[in-house]
């Protein structure tokens, strides 16, 4: 049996600073364990989507994995997966979250977030009295996950190529207004916008008064990873987003929630063996950071000391 260990540090480039002799984090750090995998591993570059460009986190796991661009289903199908919904190419999936928001000039300007204690019961019910909204025969569901986000799916017949109108911040944006990417998305945009301006009715006077979506996608038909590879495996990792991105393509997902002196990182281990040629796969969660995992692998489990 010969061990494969892929070890993905999402997040992990940073910029050099005075404060550390002009070293970037990593640089700065102590990580005997890093060092001694890359000392006996290989090294290299690889561009996920092309030179200069920085993909989020799923488009980048996406393609590591061996997945093309239009085969991506979107990061909200993910969070649904991850979470242990039952997802259909029926649906179109998105992911909302509650917010609060100020008038001013003529937009809606995000104020901040729900505390995801202090304000957990409040966010719940406020989502909920959201939920199952029909706006030009478009049906809005709402499946709460936790300090008022939540998985929209959406039934009746929607188009998935819609803009985001969450801006990615915490305060200091608008509100945006969902726009089609293409002609034949119009009428999911203008549902979109009228639910959102429906759900700020049901809102007023609350704390929290909007929710913004974004991540749309679809469920595609995919090859599964070993389909595709040959390879088999567990996908192993504490994001609901990366455990459905494992299941999305065939891999057993496992939860490994973080710790207090640990933060997940993916890691995807395998072994073949010679002698039946088969390959089991296995995803592990490593000290900094997160990453998907490919099959045909056996668990192991990386520590990376700082």
């Given at each position: 049996?010969?061990?494969?260990?892929?070890?993905?540090?999402?997040?992990?480039?940073?910029?050099?600073?005075?404060?550390?002799?002009?070293?970037?984090?990593?640089?700065?750090?102590?990580?005997?364990?890093?060092?001694?995998?890359?000392?006996?591993?290989?090294?290299?570059?690889?561009?996920?989507?092309?030179?200069?460009?920085?993909?989020?986190?799923?488009?980048?796991?996406?393609?590591m994995l061996g997945y093309r661009p239009d085969e991506f289903p979107g990061r909200a199908v993910f969070e649904a997966l991850g979470r242990g919904q039952?997802?259909?190419?029926?649906?179109?999936?998105?992911?909302?979250?509650?917010?609060?928001?100020?008038?001013?000039?003529?937009?809606?300007?995000?104020?901040?977030?729900?505390?995801?204690?202090?304000?957990?019961?409040?966010?719940?019910?406020?989502?909920?009295?959201c939920d199952g909204i029909t706006v030009h025969g478009l049906t809005?569901?709402?499946?709460?996950?936790?300090?008022?986000?939540?998985?929209?799916?959406?039934?009746?017949?929607?188009?998935?190529?819609?803009?985001?109108?969450?801006?990615?911040?915490?305060?200091?944006?608008?509100?945006?207004?969902?726009?089609?990417?293409?002609?034949?998305?119009?009428?999911?945009?203008?549902?979109?916008?009228?639910?959102?301006?429906?759900?700020?009715?049901?809102?007023?006077?609350?704390r929290f008064n909007v929710i913004t979506l974004k991540w749309w996608g679809r469920p595609r038909d995919i090859p599964t990873f070993e389909q595709r590879h040959g390879l088999r495996g567990t996908f192993v990792a504490g994001s609901a987003f990366l455990r459905g991105l494992g299941r999305a393509v065939g891999l057993e997902p496992r939860d490994e929630p973080e710790s207090a002196t640990m933060r997940p990182a993916t890691c995807a281990v395998g072994s073949r063996s010679r002698a039946s040629g088969s390959t089991r796969a296995t995803r592990s969660s490593s000290a900094m950071s997160r990453a998907p995992t490919r099959p045909g692998i056996r668990k192991i489990l990386a520590r990376s000391g700082r």
């Open positions: 049996m010969h061990p494969i260990v892929v070890l993905l540090l999402d997040g992990l480039a940073d910029r050099a600073h005075d404060s550390l002799g002009g070293q970037s984090g990593l640089e700065a750090a102590v990580t005997p364990n890093l060092d001694r995998l890359c000392e006996s591993g290989s090294c290299g570059v690889l561009y996920a989507v092309g030179p200069g460009r920085a993909p989020s986190s799923e488009v980048a796991h996406w393609s039952d997802v259909s190419d029926e649906h179109v999936f998105a992911y909302a979250a509650l917010r609060p928001a100020e008038r001013r000039d003529d937009s809606w300007w995000l104020t901040g977030r729900p505390d995801p204690d202090l304000d957990a019961e409040e966010a719940e019910r406020l989502v909920a009295k809005f569901s709402l499946s709460h996950v936790w300090r008022g986000e939540a998985v929209l799916r959406v039934s009746g017949g929607a188009d998935e190529r819609v803009t985001d109108s969450d801006a990615f911040f915490r305060d200091r944006h608008p509100v945006l207004r969902p726009q089609p990417l293409v002609a034949e998305a119009e009428p999911t945009a203008r549902a979109a916008e009228e639910w959102s301006r429906a759900v700020m009715r049901r809102l007023e006077g609350e």
